[in-house]
């Protein structure tokens, strides 16, 4: 399996489970996991044994987002390194010319919910669950967010999860269209395979030259975004709201945020 942030588990017929891995933070995404995320999706690229990719999380959750823990007072340039450093994985999903599914139990929230929605398709447990929750923290959407979840929903409906911070349950991430498929939690894996390793059984250039050319519908507009985000968010970082949604979040009360 290997070690780090980034577990890697071979199964048949060329299916690979990387398998997000922080124990105690319901797999938050610390630069650490960033950095290997980034590395394994670029060496599955060049693999041509692996035929599909699953993204899960270890344990109960599949990711609760950006580690808040790590955080601090960060300068304009930090915070675009950390803007930078997120983008490399969510790149490396959306390019690899492989099909790649999210398999999701329990929170998919933030950071942790949009690179569920860079993956080709989600599968979740009925225990999922789905939120924007970046504006308890007063910033905004990042890893593509922006992009990504207008394309999956429509625009009212984005905007309506990105504002409200709402959790909302599998089922109706599934009637929105954040979901493919939903299973009880017990088959959730076994159906997660199955169907990976009939997509492994496909003409693999085929269907790699589909999703290639399905990112062309969106991949100016998600690249535009990006660099926008990656303005945009560090300027948050730098605001008193932003500096009271953190001391509430680890204060576990709600904020009060005023404008500035």
């Given amino acids: 399996m290997g070690q780090g942030k980034v577990l890697e588990e071979r199964r048949d017929e060329g299916v690979v489970f990387l398998i997000l891995h922080n124990p105690g933070r319901l797999n938050a995404i610390d630069m650490a996991m960033r950095e290997d995320l980034a590395t394994r999706l670029e060496s599955l690229r060049k693999d041509a044994e692996a035929r599909v990719v699953v993204l899960a999380g270890h344990g109960e959750h599949f990711c609760a987002g950006g580690d808040i823990k790590g955080w601090k007072d960060f300068t304009v340039v930090e915070a675009r390194g950390r803007l930078d450093a997120i983008h490399r994985p969510l790149r490396g999903l959306l390019n690899l010319d492989k099909p790649v599914i999210a398999m999701v139990r329990g929170y998919a929230v933030g950071a942790g ?7 080709d398709l989600v599968f979740a447990g009925e225990t999922a669950r789905f939120g924007q929750t970046f504006v308890r923290l007063g910033i905004i ?19 309506e999860l ?15 269209g954040i979901v493919n498929r939903v299973f009880p939690e017990d088959r959730l894996e076994e159906e997660t395979l199955t169907f990976a390793q009939k997509l492994a059984k496909g003409p693999p250039l085929a269907i790699g030259l589909i999703k290639r050319i399905l990112r062309l519908t969106f991949l100016e507009k998600l690249e535009a975004i990006l660099e926008y985000e990656a303005q945009a968010q560090p300027l948050c970082f730098q605001t008193e709201d932003h500096k009271e949604g953190r001391r509430a979040f680890e204060e576990k009360r709600p904020p009060s945020f005023r404008g500035r």
């Fill in 113 to 119: 919910m949009n690179l569920a929605l860079a993956c």
């Fill in 141 to 159: 959407p990042d890893a593509g967010g922006l992009c990504l979840l207008p394309l999956a929903i429509g625009l009212h409906r984005a905007k």
């Fill in 162 to 176: 990105m504002w409200s911070a709402e959790i909302i349950e599998a089922r109706e991430a599934h009637r929105l």
